[in-house]
């Protein structure tokens, strides 16, 4: 059986950790691939060490020369993307082309990041008062900790370490315990970039090893990414250890359909968004909110023979739509969903359950489900399902449009789909939602701006990677000077300082 380990810097030594393991399956034919071995707070500790006696360095370091290691970075990423990519696919599920476009999400972060120089640039006034100048700069925090879900396990590692360490901390990263070996692989290649030992580590684990994080004076900042319940979780515990803490948790994204929409264009949007990568997308568009009941029975006309014609199939199928969920259980879990959705009311169009891939009958498929006349009250609407699973929400007019993602418990992502330029800006500027799209169904900002969601799905105040991203991972040192040529009567010297 393949072992993953954590990866340490030398000084922090091997073996240890809590003694128990996880298994890693491959969704694809229901079998266990690899164990990873679950760490503890001792070895946090030797990971802290470790970090602690590189970071000051790191941060002394020139901004150009850790952009340079970024650099080698990106291009070794690019150089080995094939094989990052069947990795990930091989533990999470995601068919290759999708693996890839999560490698190369996270990549654009990176470069981003190689742009340290420019960004970390402070501000400076000259002549705040007599003879005073004021500057303020961006130090880092110290060493950080990212703690990332199973479902981007590429992409959200990069948005947080790529930002972090070029900021000058040093990085631990607690990664999915079900997909372990994409973020290795990371720290591998980060290694043989250039970067000094210790700089970014992984450590594996669940429960025992975020606690351990969360309590650990010498960690600076955490930026959590996962389910809502677990976000707040991080977010309360982490603060209270006097942590800066940003927490993502899940997501509910509706999409708005209004009645001069391009249906085939929507149809199309809506197979990817919500069926690719089996659903299990953060910014995925699992409800479908046409407006007026002639928009809903057109679309509906149309999403019934474009469901049908989706292929589930292995990861490495080069013609599939998509692959299997991650495990068992979400498996389990997911069909759960639609059996509650039934017991609901709401009407089964389009079935998934039950669904069998000849040849593959152990793997963890589940078909396109498509579900109708879904309303508020079901539980099975308020809560996220995180499989491919689409449901229509029929909204009479554009106010309960623009109601439904604002009054839903999460707010992370929503999109509007229409030729009317008024009614766009009009819904993208009321909603109360994070990210907005405008006939782009998965609005996930890019590097050089920043990605958040509202409500229960962030804790925090502070999204991920660009000058957002930035923030959180330093703070701001504000220094004013007065080069005095001489004397001074130090009349006012009990006085709060004013410039004037
Ligand atoms: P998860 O909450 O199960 O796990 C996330 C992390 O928390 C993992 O590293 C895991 O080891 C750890 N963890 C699990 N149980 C824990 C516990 N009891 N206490 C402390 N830590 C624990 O999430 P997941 O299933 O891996 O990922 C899917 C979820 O993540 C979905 O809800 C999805 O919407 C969300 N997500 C959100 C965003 C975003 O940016 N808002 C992006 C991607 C995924």
New binding site residues.
Partial sequence: MRQVDHFLAESAGGGGGSGRTHQVWNPSTGEVQAEVALGDAALLDRAVAAARAVQPEWAATNPQKRARVMFRFKELIEANMDDLARLLSAEHGKVIDDAKGDIQRGLEVIEYACGIPQALKGEYTLGAGPGIDVYSMRVPLGIGAG??????PAM?PMWMFGMAIAAGNAFIL?????DPSVPVRLAELFRDAGAPEGLLQVVH???EM??AILDHPDIAAVS?????D??H??YKRGVAAGKRVQA????KNHGIVMPDADLDQVVNDLAGAAFGSAGER?MALPVVVPVGEVTANALREKLIPAIHALRVGVSTDRDAHYGPVVTPEHKARVEGWIDTAEQEGAEVVIDGRGFSLQGHEKGFFIGPTLLDRVTTDMTSYQE?I?GPVLQIVRAQDFEEAVRLPSQHQYG?GVAIFTRNGHAAREFASRVNVGMVGINVPIPVPVAYHS?G?WKR??FGDTN?YGTEGLKFWTKVKTVTQRWPDGGGDGSNAFIIPTMG
């Fill in positions: 703690i990332t879900p199973f479902n981007f959200i607690k990664p999915s315990e079900r684990g669940d429960k975020v606690d959590f990414v996962g389910s809502s677990i976000a979780y991080v993502m948790g899940g997501a953060c996220e995180f992370n990605f969601g799905s962030a991920q």
